[in-house]
């Protein structure tokens, strides 16, 4: 019983884990931009997918295809952020809305094309496979690699932001455009840098995610509001915000599914609606 | 002295209502000039024209001899205007100490250690974030921060507003220093004609987005008559 509920806990850390990595560009650029993007999944598709490509044709293995994914990602997040995101900027935010959904429809269609509708395999390592014994519980071992992933991108992600030039030109620009700009700061190219980075992080959640949430070309539709509510539960524009509601989202999902099969998907919205009451601006979220 | 600033017909506004119509304005370099104009004439308008964050419509900006009419303001601010606005802009999530260094452009005399030197009370405050100080501290940060950019030219738009006389004095004895040091030319806005008379070289006045009156700092703050005619006197 207490194993069971260790082990619920466990996965779901495990999968909230995933959820940050994939939605932590997302609370950025939503942050940093005020850019509403239900196409950030596509993103993270793109770096399933070039990790799929490279391990089946290229022979890569999986360590190796997970930097890849966040490379493949992040210039597919650069060129489209220059070439059409640019343009929204100022847009209303029904037409930043349509104009990504857009996306997305176009993205599923493009995979669909080349890879065809299938779920994607992936073919773990050795030891990453399986389960390990920790105090007399049975913990899998991706899991686990999972959430020391995301321990060592929080700490990278949080030092950037905190300790460095960039990470200072991100926050000033995010509290005040015009101020930054006005003083030297080159917000285009901030705004640029910063989605390239967050589509890499969505890449390389969805190179990660594959044996966890799947691969096929829905992806970016199918987890949409996921991302969509850890961005609202944390706040947009921190890092901790995010990490704390994608916890418990994947806490309260795998939970949800596992105690109470019969409503368990609509767990995470009774979450949601429950911690926005309490936190209207969300976990940590920038006051305005 | 060699010109430093020349704009010439600046026709500006915001969107579709023009402000400014036809100013011209001309600055040497290490030179002073005081801006000013009763409140809502457009001052604050034409720093921002400078800074290409108001709207354009007519004229050039010729500055340190490029023209940076269509620049973007983030290469203004590069090639030399050190902005201090005049509702501060403090950024809340960044220490007193990352203000300074996260707009910090090397090349020139100022760099932390002379900040500090100028501004005890900012290097006391170097942890705070920036919604964490009072109003004199605030305004000592935004003109640190400009000068932080190794400005040729500085745009301090009414630096003592709002704040207690006391405190007015501490600073204009600091931002009389660097302006009479001619280290960097300088506009000053001030609702307080006489400091910004005493502060400079050359004067304008404006009323309703034009220039009205264009004399020596000197001549007017002998001329009392003109003065209160033209600005209000605080
Ligand atoms: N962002 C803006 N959009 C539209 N009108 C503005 C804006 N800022 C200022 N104005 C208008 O421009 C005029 C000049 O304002 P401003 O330049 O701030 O005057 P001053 O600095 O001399 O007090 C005012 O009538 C003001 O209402
Ligand atoms: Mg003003």
Known sequence: ?288 | MPELLRADGITAGYGDSIILEDIALNLAAGESLALLGRNGVGKTTLLLTLMGLARLRQGRIVFNGEEITQLPTHRRAHAGLGWVPQERFMFPSLTVEEHLSVVARPGGPWNLGRIYKMFPRLEERRRNLGNQLSGGEQQMLAIARALMTNPRLLLLDEPMEGLAPIIVQELMKVIGQIVRAGEFAVIVVEQHARLALELTQQTIVLDRGRVVHRCTSEELLRDRSTLDRLVSVA
């Open chain 1, 1 to 288: 019983m207490l194993g069971n509920f260790i082990g619920v806990l466990f996965d779901g850390v495990a999968y909230g884990s995933l959820l940050f990595i994939i939605s932590i560009g997302l609370s950025v650029t939503m942050g940093l931009m005020n850019f509403v993007n239900l196409a950030h999944g596509a993103f993270a598709m793109v770096g399933g997918y070039a990790c799929v490509v490279v391990m089946t044709r290229l022979g890569v293995p999986f360590l190796a295809s997970l930097p890849i994914a966040f490379v493949a990602a992040a210039a597919a997040g650069i060129v489209l952020e220059r070439s059409l995101y640019r343009r929204l900027y100022r847009a209303t935010h029904l037409d930043q809305v349509l104009f990504s959904i857009g996306l997305v429809f176009m993205s599923i269609a493009a995979t669909t094309y080349f890879f065809g509708p299938q779920q994607q395999p992936v073919q773990l390592p050795e030891f990453l496979r399986g389960q390990v014994h920790v105090l007399g519980l049975d913990l899998g071992t991706y899991r686990l690699f999972l959430i020391a992933v995301v321990i060592i991108i929080t700490v990278a992600l949080t030092w950037l932001i905190e300790r460095t030039r960039f990470g200072a030109e991100i926050r000033a620009s995010v509290d005040n455009q015009q101020a930054s700009a006005g003083l030297g700061i080159n917000v285009y190219r901030v705004f640029s840098l910063t989605f390239a980075l967050g589509s890499g992080l969505a890449g390389l959640g969805g190179g990660l995610g594959i044996d966890v949430l799947g691969l096929d070309p829905t992806f970016p539709l199918k987890y949409m509001v996921y991302f969509l509510l850890v961005v609202a539960v944390g706040g947009a524009g921190t890092i901790k915000g995010p990490l704390f509601a994608a916890l418990i989202l994947g806490i309260f999902d795998v939970a949800g599914k596992y105690y109470v099969p019969q409503v368990g998907a609509f767990v995470i919205y009774v979450a949601m609606v429950v911690l926005l009451i309490v936190f209207p601006h969300g976990l940590a979220g920038r006051r305005t």
